[in-house]
Nanobody
């Protein structure tokens, strides 16, 4: 059974950077699409970015394009979300999720999330 654990969240000032990690156990991530989602207080969960399993193609929400970069290291069983130029509206709990098929909103496996707070 695939298990996902997010790490790297924390408090950062506006304009700062963070790198989130999503580490898998119980199975290799090689053949899973992996996505990052976030949920801000009082808002619905939204997709942030996703990376496919085979081709490694990526997609991003318009709100993070040019600021966030998703990457994967299959040897380490880890997917990263590099975030720069962070703004208060990026404050949210960030979740990673994986699916044996493709990037979609309702992926099969989810982590418990890591909190990112952007504030001065």
């Amino acid at each position: 059974q695939l298990q996902l654990v997010e790490s790297g969240g924390g408090l950062v000032q506006p304009g700062g950077s963070l790198r989130l990690s999503c580490t898998a156990s119980g199975s290799t991530l090689d053949y899973f699409a992996v996505g990052w989602f976030r949920q801000a207080p009082g808002k619905e969960r939204e997709g942030v970015s996703c990376i496919s399993s085979v081709s490694g193609s990526t997609n991003y929400a318009d709100s993070v394009k040019g600021r966030f970069t998703i990457s994967r290291d299959n040897a380490r069983g880890t997917v990263y979300l590099h975030m720069k130029s962070l703004q208060p509206e990026d404050t949210a709990v960030y979740y990673c999720a994986a699916d044996p098929g493709y990037c979609r909103s309702s992926m099969d496996y989810w982590g418990k999330g890591t909190l990112v707070i952007v504030s001065s």
